[in-house]
């Protein structure tokens, strides 16, 4: 099992930026993928980008939403992934949750992460 913290939410004004991180601890080597999800008020869960873990690569997928604005990145030395979010838009606000899951490609099925963190809340105005 591996846990997740994640950090760096908060305001910002539309077309501002926001960095996350997610802080991985326990059998962080036996993950394969890291995964950041989004969840609005009245809405599913849902895909925002993903990168393999070690053995993995880096390959990286986004949501079509986020491409050209959002960034996921990580740094094995510190078991930590980012999320570097530009260009930011009312839509964009929601409760971001980091997550691992032992698949070997950077999914954005949600049923292939297995630990999740306890989420940050994002909040952009207009």
């Known amino acids: 099992q591996v846990q997740l913290e994640e950090r760096g939410g908060g305001l910002v004004q539309a077309g501002g930026s926001l960095r996350l991180s997610c802080a991985a601890s326990g059998r962080t080597s036996s993950y394969y993928t890291m995964g950041w999800f989004r969840q609005a008020p009245g809405k599913e869960r849902e895909f925002v980008a993903a990168?393999?873990?070690?053995?993995?690569?880096?390959?990286?997928n986004y949501a079509n939403s986020v491409k050209g604005r959002f960034t996921i990145s990580r740094d094995n030395t510190k078991n930590a992934v980012y999320l570097q979010m530009n260009s930011l838009k009312p839509e964009d606000t929601a409760v971001y949750y980091c997550?691992?899951?032992?698949?070997?490609?950077?999914?954005?099925?949600?049923?292939?992460?297995?630990?999740w963190g306890q989420g940050t809340q994002v909040t952009v105005s207009s």
């Open positions: 997550a691992a899951g032992l698949y070997s490609g950077a999914t954005s099925n949600d049923r292939n992460y297995g630990s």
């Open positions: 990168i393999t873990w070690s053995g993995g690569g880096g390959n990286t």
